[in-house]
């Protein structure tokens, strides 16, 4: 898997994570994706805005299903909802990190199979740069044939 190539195709879809200067930093069972630092992204007093700490967490319960599900074609991810816990600045670029392993997956694929049906809790933790955690995310995805192919 080109995990740069994957990102470079979402940048161009949706400029939102353009913006974010997106990186794809891992996805296996362990899912990172870091956001940049800068004139897009930054806040009135030049921290990470809160929507990019937002869009940092939220971006790894897409990406699980995009590595793992069997039939991407027939179903797609939403978020249901979305928790965000403020830590401390994020004065750096962020990476947002989650675990969701093969054992998950498999279970995910297979109620799919089954029901057409999977929800799914993700916790991501964003560090800046020294790796101090700035935010945690909790967020809750829908796995569905939302396109009805």
Known sequence: MDLEKMAASIRQKFPIYDNAGLE????DEIFKARVVLGEKTQNHVHM?????LFLGGEFLGGLVPMRHLN???KFQPVVRDLKIDFKAPAL???????????????????????????DFTLV??????AGTL???????????NFSGK
Not at 124 to 129: Q, S
Not at 134 to 144: E, F
């Open 24 to 27: 794809i930093l891992q996805a």
């Open 48 to 52: 990470m805005h809160a929507a990019f």
């Open 71 to 73: 039939h991407p074609e």
């Open 92 to 118: 750096t670029s962020i990476t947002a990190q989650a675990v969701f392993t093969q054992a998950e997956a498999d279970e995910m694929n297979q109620q799919l199979e089954e029901s057409g049906r999977f």
């Open 124 to 129: 991501a933790d964003l560090t800046d740069e």
């Open 134 to 144: 700035v935010a945690q995310t909790t967020a809750n995805y829908a796995l569905r």
